[in-house]
């Protein structure tokens, strides 16, 4: 009995000891990302004025530097290729926990915002590399169903999402880079785009396909906006097609007196040459649409 | 508690400790404490199912001993009579009672008879089937005069509840386990490194093979009508793969834990992808059950003893009950008559005990004859695990079908490679290791080897633990 059970603490320590050299990948992680927007975010490096939240629509259609020269504030995109609104509320009382809270929020409404699909998600593989963080560490537990207490003692548990994919440096994907305050619009074309055709019918919207925690969480979204009184503008981009009357009619329905700022019908947003793809423009029809965002919040700021 | 979970972890160490230092005094403390303890293991799912196993536990445990005391062969039937329907009658009507009534309700409706159905919301107690099957061969053997009965009631009941083997097997025999708990337990140091060796290796088959299997089985079989016929053949390998994982895992979870105790339970799957055939594969699967099925089922309806048309009629018998004990639904008494199918050649041609030594005996490789039988009789096991693993017997169909119709020469939709790797893992390690007991069976490696291989195994089970949680698929059974 004595023989096994100094077996057992031998084997225990040794398994610590093994596991405590985890502790190494487990600080690099961080620094092999290139999208560090995250870790700005959670480490309070990021003081901004306004932030533009959102899925791809956010950080391909909206130009801060742009929002930034002609508003003269500072602007940041927390916009993320396929986050769901459930994300957009974490980043947004992420970013609401610093002292220095923003006057100006914009969040881009997608089709799909409140009803549940596969395109949108909440991004936890956003999270995974910073696991080093005890804060983020406890998110990932919530949402995994992880055990905490296993992750408080054992690095190797801790980091284990991140096997093994993570531990390379990561390269900016074409349609995921970074440029100056987070903006990610491309100037290409998607080679299946090239002979799409501009769809000029109505689009459906059923109510039937709603997700009530994507709902609860856009009021969530509005409600931390409300409370910090921060300006909240909702954004409707342009798509490769007509724009969806019945989604839009829900949505002010929702979201009540919040000023939703809806493009305009401009003869760009029926040409490609201003789109990357059917959902999102490219830089050239970024810079046109930001710049009536722009002249719609002067007009706001005005009133 | 499942015995991958962190209750287990804190469980099983305070068992071992009270066990082995305050409740080693004699047999009786021994006994008595593995009873409260399997009865807190088995109180932890539901406790309102504790007064079943306990009701189950004393009739058999009252029935055997008026078995031996009557001299009436007559007497001795009827209490077994009251056995066997107490415990069938428990196992059909909380597993099979909602099936009957749909189903014929369904084959009524067929003819134009239309019929109120009256169904439960019946929760099916866990390891009713297992332990049901245990008290049944006790009563049996009894009766048959292989065992004497116990008159020691505490014996009997840790016996029927003892709680590594209670709700997933393996299904123990009387003769095997029974005669342990009437004997002081002595701790050994090598057959408790034995039972920590087999623990590890069968969570690293639940939780590295089978729950990460899982994820991608479930999104195929769930949606299978949108997948390529790749996607579909990968599923139903994965599924193979899983479903082993699992059983396997948790049965060496269990024959490990027992040896921490000093208890020595049988051997329930011997390495049975590397069959050569069907016949092999159902001595290498689940042993427990199909020896279970042949000792008081298909021997006494008269097994292959006379003539070949019993023996075609007892072996379809015992592969449509086999099917039938898995679960409530056609799909599995199709999976039981598949197998039966595959058996029927071999049984007809004498060969159905061919192939009874260790594959590659001696050797590293298989021959290529070898390796094609092995191959074939996966590629036929794995089709009847599609109607295992599919809801209904349309949707086996229909996703047989679809391998067929939707395949395309391309890389199929579905291409874990990660998952290739972990299953090309274990069965590297299994076929070293088929002449074992169970592949972390190295005792006999030196000792820095040993630790190396224990410390590979367990971070691989740390860090490939999969994100999804998922109960041991025999749970349903």
Redesign the interface.
Same mark, same amino acid.
């Given at each position: 009995m004595k023989k096994f059970i100094i077996n057992i603490i031998v084997f225990t320590l040794l398994l610590f000891g093994i596991d405590s050299l985890f502790i190494i990948p487990m600080n690099k992680l961080p620094e092999l990302q290139y999208d560090k927007r995250l870790e700005l975010l959670f480490t309070n490096k990021l003081n901004f004025d306004a932030y533009i939240y959102g899925s791809s629509r956010a950080s391909r259609d909206i130009i801060p530097k742009q929002i930034q020269e002609s508003l003269n504030i500072t602007c940041f995109n927390l916009g993320f290729l396929g986050s769901n609104i459930e994300f957009h509320t974490f980043l947004l009382h992420e970013t609401l926990k610093k002292k220095q809270k923003p006057k100006l929020v914009f969040l881009t409404l997608d089709d799909k915002i409140i009803q549940y699909n596969d395109r949108l998600g909440f991004r936890m593989d956003k999270l995974y590399p910073l696991v080093k963080y005890d804060h983020i560490n406890e998110i990932i537990n919530k949402k995994e169903g992880k055990s905490t207490l296993l992750s408080r003692i054992l690095y190797s548990y801790r980091i284990k999402e991140n096997f093994p994919g993570n531990f390379r440096k990561n390269k900016p994907h074409k349609l995921d880079s970074i440029f100056e305050f987070g903006s990610q619009t491309v100037s290409f074309r998607n080679k299946k785009f090239k002979d799409t055709i501009y769809v000029d019918r109505e689009q459906s919207y059923l109510k039937d396909e709603e997700n009530s925690i994507l709902i609860d969480s856009l009021k969530s979204f509005i409600n931390l906006c409300n409370t910090n009184k921060i300006n909240l503008i909702l954004v409707y981009p342009p798509e490769f097609k007509a724009k969806n009357e019945a989604f839009l009619k829900r949505i002010k329905l929702l979201t009540k007196d919040i000023p939703i700022f809806i493009y305009k019908d401009r003869l760009e947003y029926k040409n490609p040459n201003y789109f990357s793809d059917v959902a999102h423009l490219n830089k050239k029809g970024a810079m046109i649409f930001t710049n009536e965002l722009i002249q719609f919040v002067q007009s706001k700021l005005v009133k | 508690m499942l015995f991958n979970s @962190?209750e287990f972890i804190i469980f099983l160490p305070l068992v071992f400790i009270f066990y =082995?230092f305050f409740f080693n005094r004699g047999i009786k403390t021994q006994n008595l404490f593995v009873l409260v303890v399997s009865y807190i293991f088995y109180g932890w799912w539901d406790w309102r199912f504790l007064s079943l196993i306990a009701f189950s536990s004393l009739i058999d445990f009252i029935v055997a001993i008026n078995i031996e005391k009557t001299s009436s062969q007559k007497t001795k039937k009827i209490f077994l009579t009251l056995s066997l329907i107490t415990n069938l009658g428990f196992l059909v009507f909380f597993k099979y009672y909602n099936f009957f009534v749909e189903s014929l309700s369904i084959a009524l409706e067929q003819i134009g008879i239309s019929i109120d159905t009256f169904t439960l919301n019946i929760v099916l107690p866990v390891g009713i089937s297992f332990y049901t099957f245990q008290t049944i061969s006790y009563t049996i053997d009894v009766y048959r005069k292989r065992l004497k009965p116990t008159k020691n009631i505490i014996n009997f009941f840790a016996f029927v509840s003892f709680f590594p083997q209670l709700v997933a097997g393996p299904i123990e025999r009387a003769t095997n386990l029974l005669p342990q708990f009437e004997k002081k337990r002595f @701790?050994s $140091?090598q057959y408790?490194?034995e039972g !920590?060796r087999q623990i590890l290796w069968g969570l690293f088959k639940k939780i590295v093979i089978a729950d990460n299997c899982a994820k991608y089985v479930n999104q195929v079989f769930n949606n299978y009508e949108i997948y390529d016929g790749g996607s579909l053949i990968i599923a139903a390998i994965l599924f193979a793969f899983q479903i082993y994982g699992d059983f396997s895992g948790y049965s060496d979870i269990a024959i490990g834990t027992s040896k921490l105790f000093g208890f020595r339970l049988m051997k329930n799957f011997n390495f049975p992808y590397f069959s050569r055939d069907i016949s092999e594969f159902w001595r290498r699967w689940h042993i427990s059950l199909s020896t279970w099925f042949k000792d008081y089922l298909y021997i006494p309806l008269g097994g292959s003893k006379n003539g070949k048309l019993k023996a075609i009629r007892n072996t379809f018998i015992i592969f449509t009950v086999s099917g039938f004990w898995h679960g409530a639904n056609w799909t599995f008494i199709a999976w039981g008559i598949f197998n039966g199918i595959y058996y029927l050649p071999l049984l007809l041609a004498n060969k159905n005990r061919k192939n009874i030594d260790i594959i590659a005996h001696n050797k590293f490789l298989p021959s290529l004859k070898e390796i094609i039988s092995i191959i074939v009789t996966f590629f036929l096991t794995v089709l009847g695990w599609v109607f295992f693993r599919s809801n209904t017997l349309s949707d086996a169909f229909l996703f047989i079908l679809n391998i067929f119709k939707r395949f395309e020469f391309s890389v199929p939709k579905i291409f874990p490679l990660k998952m290739f790797l972990f299953v090309f893992l274990l069965i590297s390690i299994e076929w070293i290791q088929r002449q074992k007991e169970h592949g972390l069976d190295i005792s006999d490696r030196p000792i820095i080897i040993r =630790?190396l291989i $224990? !410390?590979v195994i367990? @971070?691989i089970t740390?860090? @490939?633990?999969s994100?999804n949680?998922y109960d041991f698929i025999y749970f349903q059974f």
């Open positions: - | @962190f =082995w @701790f $140091y408790a490194s !920590m =630790w $224990y !410390m367990t @971070f740390i860090l @490939f633990n994100p949680k």
